[in-house]
């Protein structure tokens, strides 16, 4: 005859305890998404907007860095070269941003749903003047 134990309160807690934490994908989707909010915040911030335009949607004194989630050949090696050396006529950001803020930015960047900042005091106030 086989004897078959109840499990112990100790197992039940103990099996309910890992069942309630979060699983590594889920963390890893939520530092993600943290890491987005932040790059879009650095990316307001920073003035991208001024060349970029919102969200990166490009304007006549810069491109577009809309296509960067599916373009390939835009590494994070190249993007975060691009910010710290600046290119063409994009100044360069060496000075200005840690290793932290290129590693959000490029978050930012690569975002397929790119999130976007709350305003910050000044905008909710009357517009600022834009040199034309």
């Known amino acids: 005859m086989i004897c078959r134990k109840k499990p112990s309160r100790f197992l039940l ?3 309910a305890l890992v069942a309630a934490l979060p699983s590594p994908v889920a963390h890893s989707a939520v530092k993600r998404r943290d890491e987005e909010k932040a790059g879009a915040i650095l990316f307001r911030d920073k003035g991208c907007p001024y ?5 990166g949607v490009g304007t ?3 491109p577009s860095l ?8 835009w590494t994070p090696e190249k993007i975060t070269s691009q910010i710290l050396n600046g290119g063409q006529k994009m ?3 060496r000075d200005s941003v840690t290793d932290e803020d290129v590693a959000d930015l490029i978050a930012y960047l690569r975002a397929k749903n790119k999130p976007v900042p709350h305003p910050t005091a000044t905008q909710d106030s009357a517009p600022a003047l834009q040199p034309q």
């Open 13 to 15: 807690l103990l099996l």
């Open 51 to 55: 060349c970029h335009g919102d969200g």
């Open 60 to 62: 006549k004194k810069a």
């Open 66 to 73: 809309a296509s960067l989630p599916k373009d390939k050949t």
């Open 91 to 93: 100044p360069p950001f």
